[in-house]
């Protein structure tokens, strides 16, 4: 196919966001994250020791998407071993949550937007234990060397970009008072173009190059973290943070067009949700379709609500309860669903299935949440390595919407999650708060095989939205040929389980209206939906291609030594 994708962004730049190498590669959506990588790699460091340094280098370019103080699911491919293993940083509840938290004194759900932006949204945050845990290993540099680029480009001083102007514009009201110091210099917003310097945030990177990640979760920082939070009403305690632990998981496996796909695992349901959706659409050939089509909107619509019926229902902790993954991914149940889709017309009867009938485990009563319109999408950031090793990197990390809760650790410069509004609001359910537990995610770090070897790893932020961005990506690789940079730029759709459809500029608008008669709404204008940092590999040429998606100032990197 030809390269005459338009871009999804104003700021668009070929030149940052490709690269080509033969020995190794990354790709993330900050520069200054990419090019702490870069040196990494150039240093003789491995694919895991690159992606620490990463996570440090967003912190201090994309603090509203993810930081220290949040979570990710850092997913290692180790090639000497040939294993999958996903090192699980999920944010758990603190031992004094409880499952009414998030109802008001008369047994109804608080608006969204007051309970994620108060210190009981917090969950314990973990990305800075499984990173640690990831690089005890398999990595092979000092913590310290990992941190170093960042910090100093935290006490140098940072550029405002456009990504980050436009979530202080429309995002300012979810700012603490401590992030307003930063963010907001004499009470004026920060613009793109300013530069600012993040001391604090340097100050805590120089304590953990200094004590190590258990200054995070034991020392000085972990007393400013719960002293913040008390002063603002919150439940944390010291012994949240000293007793908080990861969890090593297997990926969920799933099989598409020939190829093996690991992804992530509950309690994060993207993997699943993703799996499931392209093995429904497995039963469907591409070939007679186009990319611009009615019929590929619509499949992917109808599967989207298909799987995202059965996420909503059966997703949880597993440390936590019976979760049907079996039978979610069990095909003869995936082939019973499939029926659900007919091009007839949007089947508005879709709920969720009978996944029990196909694994063990005692079925469960399914809690139903109510709707809420207000509810913001959430903000993350996904990145990926590749060494000269043939090691892969693939995280997604958050500190779930934007700028968080909005609380700043005072003194120390980085933000707090707001990661406990992932738990239902209304109990009963899977997925109700419970003291020590981890809410669902929607993180889907990908890593794709053929003939067991890596050809294709991909994520991308976004919540629910991550997993389409995720699904058709591969789809428009795997089914309609596209080169990667191609396939991450073509224009992307997003539904749950309703009928309202968002919708990226730049799709068909024959094919929109076609969508219409068959009764499925579309947003009133076209947004952004995720944002995917993405590796291929050619083992026949020997090469390896990173591509970042042009909504974000993503950059890749390759190196050829």
Not at 130 to 138: C, I, L, Q, T, V
Not at 250 to 273: F, L, Q
Request: charged share 25%.
């Amino acid at each position: 196919m030809g390269k005459n994708f338009k871009t999804r962004s104003r700021r668009s730049d070929l030149n940052r966001e490709t690269a080509t190498g033969k020995a190794a590669v990354a790709a993330s959506a900050h520069p200054i994250a990419t090019d702490a990588a870069e040196k990494i790699l150039k240093d003789g460091g491995n694919a895991i020791d690159a992606a620490i340094a990463i996570q440090f280098g967003l912190n201090v370019g994309e603090p509203m998407m993810t930081g220290i103080g949040g979570s990710g699911f850092f997913m290692v491919y180790h090639a000497e071993s040939k294993t999958v293993k996903i090192f699980d940083g999920h944010t758990r509840a603190p031992a004094a949550a409880y499952p009414e938290i998030f109802l008001d004194d008369k047994g109804e759900v608080i608006p969204f937007r007051e309970r994620s932006t108060k210190a009981t949204a917090v969950g314990v945050p973990g990305i800075l234990k499984a990173m640690e845990a990831a690089r005890k290993e398999y990595g092979t540099k000092p913590l310290a060397d990992l941190i170093e680029p960042a910090a100093e480009a935290a006490e140098k001083g940072v550029e405002v970009n456009w990504v980050m102007d436009e979530s202080l514009k429309n995002f300012e009201y979810r700012l603490s008072d401590h992030a307003r110091n930063l963010f907001m210099p004499n009470g004026k917003l920060l613009c793109e173009g300013d530069v600012y310097k993040k001391e604090h945030l340097a100050k805590t990177f120089r304590i953990l190059q200094r004590e190590g990640i258990d200054a995070f979760y034991e020392g000085e920082i972990a007393e400013a973290i719960v002293s913040t939070l008390k002063d603002l009403g919150g439940i944390m305690e010291l012994s949240d943070l000293k007793s908080y632990r990861i969890s090593i998981d297997e990926p969920a496996w799933g099989t598409y067009r020939g190829h093996r796909i690991a992804s992530s695992n509950m309690p994060s349901a993207g993997g699943t949700t993703m799996l499931q959706i392209l093995k429904l659409l497995e039963g469907f050939d591409f070939s007679q379709y186009h990319a611009k089509s009615w019929e590929k909107y619509y499949l992917f619509t109808e599967a989207m609500r298909i799987a995202f019926a059965d996420k909503i229902a059966f997703s949880g902790d597993p440390e936590f309860g019976d979760i049907p993954l079996k039978g979610m991914l069990n095909e003869d149940y995936l082939a019973e669903r499939r029926k659900l889709i007919s091009f007839d017309r949007r089947n508005d009867s879709i709920d969720f299935g009978n996944p029990w009938k196909y694994t063990d485990g005692n079925e469960i009563n399914v809690v139903r949440q109510p709707f809420e319109p207000e509810r913001e999408r959430s903000e993350t950031s996904h990145y990926t390595v590749m060494d000269k090793w043939g090691n892969i990197v693939a995280c997604t990390s958050t500190v779930e919407h934007p700028f968080g809760s909005g609380i700043m650790v005072d003194g120390y410069g980085f933000v707090l999650n707001n990661e406990m509004t992932d738990f239902d609001a209304f109990p009963g359910g899977l997925n109700e708060v419970k003291p020590g537990k981890r809410p669902v995610s929607c993180k889907t770090p990908t890593i794709i095989f053929k003939d067991d070897k890596p050809v294709l790893t991909l994520g991308s932020p976004g919540g629910p939205t991550i997993v389409g961005s995720v699904f058709q990506t591969i789809v428009n690789v795997l089914d309609f040929g596209m080169d990667l940079k191609e396939a991450i730029e073509e224009p992307r759709i997003f539904n749950s389980t309703g009928p309202l459809i968002g919708w990226e500029a730049g799709i068909s608008m024959e094919a929109k209206g076609e969508m219409e008669s068959k009764g499925f709404e579309f947003a009133e204008g076209p947004f952004p939906l995720g944002n995917v940092q993405a590796i291929q590999i050619d083992h026949e040429k020997g090469f390896l291609h990173a591509a970042t998606d042009s909504s974000r100032e993503g950059k890749a990197a390759g190196i050829n030594e």
